[in-house]
C-alpha cells in the first residue's frame, strides 16, 4: 500500500505547476542537480527538507522515500524502475540529465548485465542517444556515423 501511495504522491507532486524553476529551489537547498543522479544509496541522504508550497521538492522528497523503502525491503527490480522513472522526471533538468544520466544508466547497465530487466535500462540509454543524434549539426555526417556506429 505504501509504494501505491507513495507514486500517487509522486504523480501528483509532478502535475503541479509552482511557477518556480526546480534548478532554482535545489540552489535554495545547496543541492547540486548533478547530486539527483548520485547511486541510491547517496541519493536518499539528500535533504530535501521541503516547504508547504514546494511541489517540485515533494516529488524529489517522495522519489528519496520510496527508494529507501524498495532498497530497505531488497526490491531490487523496483528499485531500478522507480530509479529509471525518476531519471524521466529530472529530464526537467536538461544540462544536467543531457551530463549526469549517462554515466549512471551505464553504470546500471553494467549492474544488470545478463538479468532480463536490463532492457529497460537499455531502453533509456537508447533515448539518450536518440535525443543526442537529434541535437548534432546535420551537416555534421562524420560525427553522425561516430554517434550511431556507421549507420547513417
Do not use: C
Amino acid at each position: 500500500m505504501y509504494d501505491f501511495l507513495a507514486r500517487r504522491a509522486i504523480e501528483f507532486f509532478g502535475q503541479v505547476d509552482t511557477g518556480e524553476d526546480l534548478s532554482y529551489t535545489l540552489a535554495k537547498r545547496n543541492i547540486t542537480q548533478e547530486s539527483l543522479f548520485s547511486p541510491v544509496e547517496d541519493f536518499v541522504k539528500l535533504p530535501f527538507n521541503p516547504e508547504l508550497r514546494e511541489y517540485n521538492l515533494w516529488a524529489l522528497e517522495s522519489y528519496r522515500k520510496l527508494l529507501g523503502s524498495l532498497k530497505q525491503r531488497s526490491m531490487d527490480e523496483s528499485l531500478l524502475l522507480t530509479e529509471l522513472e525518476m531519471f524521466d522526471y529530472l529530464r526537467k533538468l536538461s544540462s544536467a540529465h543531457t551530463s549526469a544520466a549517462r554515466p549512471v544508466l551505464e553504470n546500471l547497465l553494467e549492474k544488470w548485465e545478463g538479468n532480463d530487466i536490463s532492457v529497460e535500462v537499455i531502453d533509456k540509454l537508447s533515448q539518450l542517444y536518440q535525443q543526442e543524434i537529434d541535437l548534432m549539426d546535420p551537416a555534421d555526417s562524420i560525427q553522425a556515423k561516430e554517434k550511431t556506429g556507421g549507420a547513417v
